[in-house]
């Protein structure tokens, strides 16, 4: 296994990033940094075309476990937004890399 990190794209109004593929990892995390007051939903999805809400709203910097196992594609949704300028990382295990 080898660790890997992808920018995700954290949006600075009411809107939805790209999502960024993650089917081969295990283990992964967002971390949402910067200073913002803002709402951000991290959205999963099995398929890569249908999407729900993980956890509960990010709304401070931090670190945020994803169970990975199962999932194809993670982003984020931006639900409320006042100011600031987030940003965010998913790092994980790529389970098909030696």
């Known amino acids: 296994m080898r660790y890997e990190h992808f920018n ?4 600075s109004s009411v809107a939805t990033g790209t999502a960024q593929r993650f089917d081969d ?22 398929d890569g075309t ?4 993980h956890g509960s709203s990010v709304t401070t910097a931090g670190l945020y476990s ?5 999932l194809k594609a993670v982003r984020l949704r931006t ?18 890399s030696m």
Do not use: W
């Not at 995700?8 to 949006?11: I, N, P």
């Open 25 to 46: 990892h295990l283990y992964g995390v967002v971390h949402v940094r910067g200073t913002f007051t803002a709402t951000i939903d991290i959205e999963v999805s099995l």
């Open 8 to 11: 995700l794209e954290a949006m």
């Open 50 to 53: 249908n999407y729900v809400k």
């Open 66 to 70: 994803l169970p990975l196992h199962a």
């Open 79 to 96: 639900t409320a937004y006042t100011s600031g300028t987030p940003s965010a990382t998913l790092a994980g295990m790529n389970q098909r």
